[in-house]
């Protein structure tokens, strides 16, 4: 079991690499699929693909914010996101605002 000290250090070191956000995110992805993540707190996020949805718990890595569960990891850093559901890989990025 982690101590009380160890896991309020993950949970800031999950803060500062993905800040949440207050609505969630549109991604475009590289297999023409688009993806919304909610990561508005900061342990878990909720990614949707289709008609598909997973609340995935956050790790630590070395760099940006990993979400894993179920066959499925999402990962993101700054303004790109990779998605794996049962070792299928597709790059995304934010979607552009609509003008």
Known sequence: MR???CVAAILSVLAYASPATAEP???LC????????????TAQAVVTRG???WT???TVTDSGTS???EG???WTEGTEAILTVDGAT????VRPAAD
């Open 67 to 69: 979400y894993v569960a």
């Open 30 to 41: 590289d297999d023409e699929q688009e993806i919304t993540a909610d990561i508005a707190a």
């Open 3 to 5: 101590s009380p000290t």
């Open 56 to 58: 995935l718990p956050a």
């Open 51 to 53: 008609d598909k949805t």
């Open 72 to 74: 499925v990891e999402f």
């Open 90 to 93: 597709a790059q995304c990025i």
């Open 25 to 27: 995110v549109a991604f």
